[in-house]
């Protein structure tokens, strides 16, 4: 199966500082990747799709990039409201993992 | 806008089935994938597997010899079996709807499971 690993595990930044999270696929998963933000004690939200394409009302400043093997999610300016843990995850076909998640705060 | 409400015992005994049952409102649970996924407290997301309406299963392979997913398209639910439960099965299980490829687009707030005796 398909691994997926994140770095960094966790980050600090401040009110407006340009944010960017990395996720790689052990194999070769064309752009079938998803990011997610999880708000503590909430349900994940879908940012984007497609590694780049961002789902629909989601703020512009969230942006994602790459294929294959390696992809990135930026957050332009990072806003308070942005705390939280990010995932990536795979669904080129099952299984469908997720990165084990990045803490923002 | 599409709802989705997660209902089943919070408490389960180690050795019994988990089960759960995902409320879909809103929308037609004719179309898409319906997924299960679970966290354990203080961890992170962990994909259990996915249905269509046409009853076709995907399963986390870690999870399949005790997963057991099916859907009720007359009641616009789907439902998560799992057996031989362990305290390591605790978690907040979610569920969720997958559209196009897979990316999931609509979640329930999810419901805390509890295995212990």
């Known amino acids: 199966d398909i691994q997926m690993t994140q770095s960094p595990s966790s980050l600090s930044a401040s009110v407006g500082d340009r944010v960017t999270i990395t996720c790689r696929a052990s194999?070769?998963?064309?752009?079938?990747v998803a990011w997610y933000q999880q708000e503590p004690g909430k349900a994940p939200k879908l940012l984007i799709y497609?590694?780049?394409t961002l789902q629909s009302g989601v703020p512009s400043r969230f942006s994602g990039s790459g294929s294959g093997t390696e992809f990135t999610l930026t957050i332009s300016s990072l806003q308070p409201e942005d705390i939280a843990t990010y995932y990536c995850?795979?669904?080129?076909?099952?299984?469908?993992?997720f990165g084990p998640g990045t803490r923002v705060d | 806008q599409v709802q989705l409400q997660e209902s089943g015992p919070g408490l389960v005994k180690p050795s019994e089935t988990l089960s759960l049952t995902c409320s879909v409102s809103g929308g037609s649970i004719d179309t898409n994938y319906w997924s299960w996924i679970r966290q354990p407290p203080g961890k992170g997301l962990e994909w259990i597997g996915y249905?269509?309406?046409?009853?076709?299963?995907y399963y986390s392979p870690s999870l399949k010899s005790r997963v057991t997913l099916s859907i009720d398209t007359s009641k616009n639910q789907f439902s998560l079996r799992l057996s031989s439960v362990t305290t390591a099965d605790t978690a907040v299980y979610f569920c969720?709807?997958?559209?196009?490829?897979?990316?999931?687009?609509?979640w329930g707030q999810g419901t805390l499971v509890t295995v212990s005796s």
């Open positions: 497609a590694a780049s």
């Open positions: 194999h070769d998963i064309s752009n079938y």
């Open positions: 249905i269509y309406n046409s009853g076709n299963t």
């Open positions: 995850q795979k669904y080129n076909g099952a299984p469908f993992t």
């Open positions: 969720a709807r997958g559209v196009g490829f897979g990316q999931i687009d609509n």
